[in-house]
């Protein structure tokens, strides 16, 4: 088991890892770093103990909110999934409208008197 040397917060730690998870301890440890910084430039310097848990409370803090996030987007994720399968499998309905018989007389009625009356005018002004 190989030891890495890590930094929190400006301390140096020892820490044991099985054989290839060196970089995940190294992403991990940088991830805790971070909120040790935020920590140390807001209180100033902080014992071992209290920075390391309240920096590791920090991460399960943004750790549950995306987690929130995540349960929220795959429930957005199922239903459209939901919805897509529902419109897959139901027929596909085009309604095309059709004009009732009632308006198209009407406008040819209203077209023939039109024209009706501009002959009309026509031979008025002839």
């Given at each position: 088991?190989?030891?890495?040397?890590?930094?929190?917060?400006?301390?140096?730690?020892?820490?044991?890892?099985?054989?290839?998870?060196?970089?995940?301890?190294?992403?991990?440890?940088?991830?805790?770093?971070?909120?040790?910084?935020?920590?140390?430039?807001?209180?100033?310097?902080?014992?071992?103990?209290?920075?390391?848990?309240?920096?590791?409370?920090?991460?399960?803090?943004?750790?549950?909110?995306?987690?929130?996030?995540?349960?929220?987007?795959?429930?957005?994720?199922?239903?459209?999934?939901?919805?897509?399968?529902?419109?897959?499998?139901?027929?596909?309905?085009?309604?095309?409208?059709?004009?009732?018989?009632?308006?198209?007389?009407?406008?040819?009625?209203i077209a023939a008197q039109s024209?009706?009356?501009?002959?009309?005018?026509?031979?008025?002004?002839?």
């Amino acid at each position: 088991m190989p030891e890495v040397r890590i930094e929190i917060g400006g301390r140096s730690f020892e820490v044991a890892c099985q054989d290839g998870e060196e970089h995940f301890l190294h992403s991990a440890a940088a991830l805790l770093g971070a909120e040790a910084e935020v920590l140390q430039a807001q209180m100033g310097r902080l014992p071992e103990a209290r920075m390391l848990l309240m920096s590791g409370l920090m991460l399960a803090d943004k750790t549950a909110g995306y987690d929130d996030q995540l349960r929220e987007a795959l429930e957005r994720a199922e239903a459209a999934e939901a919805a897509l399968a529902e419109a897959l499998a139901s027929p596909l309905r085009v309604e095309v409208p059709v004009i009732p018989e009632i308006v198209t007389d009407t406008f040819a009625e209203i077209a023939a008197q039109s024209e009706a009356l501009a002959d009309r005018i026509d031979e008025m002004t002839a």
